[in-house]
């Protein structure tokens, strides 16, 4: 919905109005969803996209979401767009640009159940993006808001995903695509995608975290448009993640969903995703929500287990072989912290070596992952030790990122040579090492036992 002339226009007739909001309940200052805002201008808070109340009934909704997917329109196609009632921040959908996100498989993994101390685990797996993360969802929104708004250049600070998505997402709307990463600390797959999907990539020598506090201010003088998750449209597009769980679920309603936490955009996502889903009727619970975070990246951890949680105690130099979620200084976490404790919801913290070997029973399930998303299941199999999570409960792992986005830590671990960061040698418990054998056929006979 934009605001021209004090009246609100739009040229859907089902649209609702939609605002910014200050994310401080002691403030709450609304904005048209029109400006270019990242924080609250009165009190520097996070804002996020506010809707009134859909039209429909929770059940019209439901039939008319499930309809699409039939459709052959690009709009009904997109795991985003399909769900656009829920996400109605838009009153012209010609500024979107959709590579048809999300759309990704529930995977049941028995193994991976076993190994996590569960009956069960179903994977929502999001690295079967058009570029392989859950970054797709959102950006797909962050880059009709930068064309409806008029932006030429968009940009982002990234560990790597949101670079990927970034760039191909904006050179697929016509916006050119301008990518800071910390220098040699993002994993090649993604590095990769920037460069062939079009982006002027500029590798800075600092963390995440310095960078992106020098991006925001550079974006604001140049009008440049920031895509990070600070950015609220992405947040949006984020959320149709759980609707999609759901609608794939029938709308039953796990116990639990586990995702790894690194800047926490994903956390605030899901938690205000399902919020909504109970506000407007379409649940009559909540999942509750574990997060789970590198054991060298986990400021969000520190927080959720001290009595004060008023502020956050920064990582000044986060480390972690799992690259996306290697953030010290996550922008989202009084979202995050919200939702989690809405939710009745966990933060746990696994090690480098139990991010390694789930990730590995990950692979043996036949379905594969990065590392940041391993850490899911290496937090589940915590959380059941600990009691925390039931054997019998119902769990969704929402995997992130797609298993071919990192192969050099794939092969480091297999063939035995993987360090961590601080150089302690990783145990490769399931070890699985290329051959190398002569071209003779007795050898090769020989050693497949005749
Ligand atoms: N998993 C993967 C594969 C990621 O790329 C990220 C974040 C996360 C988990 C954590 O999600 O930040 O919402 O808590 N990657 C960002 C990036 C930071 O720049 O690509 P989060």
Redesign the pocket.
Known sequence: MSRRGGRWTSHNKNFMPAELACFEQRCRARYPITEVLYNCPKCGGLLEAVYEKPAQSPDELKKLWRERRTSNAPLDQSGVWRYREFIPFLDDYSAVTTLREGCTPLLPAPRAAEYGGMDAIVFKHQGFNPTG?F?DNGMTCGAAQAVRLGMKRVACV??????ASMAAYASAAGLQPIIFIPHGNIAFGKLAQALEYGAKTIQVEAN?DQILALVRKLAEELGIYLLN?INPFRIEGQKTIMAEMLDQLDWRVPDWVVL????????SAFGKGLRELKEWGLIDRLPRLAVIQAEGSAPFYELMHRSDRSYLNAVGHPETLAT??K?GD?VSWPKALFEVETSGGVVEKVTEQEIADAKAIIGLSGIGC?P??AATLAGIRKLTNAGVIDKSGFIVAVL??NVLKDPSYIHEYHTGVLKSPRGAQIRSSFENPPIVLRAESDVIAQFLGR
């Open positions: 993360s970054k990234s560990t790597g995903n949101t670079s995440f998750s790894p936490g690194g800047n926490l955009g994903n956390t996306a979620i953030i996550p990065e940041a998303s992130t990122g």
